[in-house]
């Protein structure tokens, strides 16, 4: 099979991914913790996950959370738009280690031109139009508009002259440019009202299956990817009961144990070859 170019589509049913937020406790400084949510982050990104949600587990605290979902959104926010939309955070003191995730929104042309489709932020709104950011090529104005102010609209820019810009909300269809970072609470209440919603729930375990073809069962359903902790896998909070699978993405590993990043890549990489859509 060819893959076929670049920028991809969004997926026909919805990936969501939960993890624990203890995936960086294990990190003794605020850099390392950076560092690996970057990894998480391009993971997420690469595989086109729609949701994360970041859960508390037994290890991991409320500020574990707050770290890594503001790590997680700094990352999906396009570039050009991070001065104005991201504020002063000692959380993201090193989030400039972090590997970019070259989204399609995160590329806008360098030379602005009737046509092209560009991310921007609504700084003012007077009646049925609006100012907006738009990064390196200064401000435009949008109308209609119909958003608050702050929020980040994709916008098509209809007349230029010169530096002024007049553009009109638009959209990247359906085109891949990210996904959502939501906090949850107890992994079991979450679960319950994915299963209710009729999300086929996989989990990772070095005690889960390896007949990876029974992933094969949950096409044409939205799937959520639940992973452990890094002190406590899976079914020591929760029983294989509570999923429709439970898998094993790196049997007879080479190494004693297998990092939250790495376990997420792994298991992303099994989901995407058998439910590929």
Known sequence: MISPPWPSPRRQHKLIVLLPASVLS????LRDKTYK????????????????????????????????????NYQVVPPHLKKRVVGLSEKLKYAGIMPPLNLPNHLPPRDLNEGDLIDVLIITR??????VYMGEAG????????????????????????????LEPSSWGNI???YKVLRS???????????????????TSKYGSTDYW?????????IALVLGGPKSGLLQYTS???????????????????????????????????LTD
Do not use: M, W
């Open 37 to 72: 949510a970057g990894l998480i982050s391009r993971a997420l990104a690469i595989f086109r996950v729609d949701e994360v949600r970041i859960f508390l587990d037994e290890d991991s605290t409320h500020d574990d959370q707050e770290t890594l979902s503001e790590l997680l």
């Open 214 to 222: 029974l992933l094969r069962g949950l096409l044409g359903r939205p």
């Open 240 to 274: 294989r009961k509570a999923f429709d699978l439970l898998i094993n993405a790196a049997p007879l590993q080479g190494t004693e144990t297998l990092r939250s990043e790495e376990a997420l890549l792994a298991s992303l990489t099994l989901l995407n070859t058998f």
């Open 185 to 203: 609470g107890k992994l079991l209440t979450e679960l319950q009202e994915l299963k209710e919603q009729g999300v086929a729930l996989v989990g």
């Open 139 to 166: 401000e435009g104005l949008l109308k209609p508009c119909h958003f608050d102010v702050n929020d980040i609209v994709t916008a098509r820019v209809i007349r230029r002259s010169g530096r002024q810009f007049e």
């Open 176 to 178: 891949y440019t990210g």
């Open 126 to 131: 007077k009646g049925s139009q609006c100012s």
């Open 26 to 29: 294990v990190e003794q400084d």
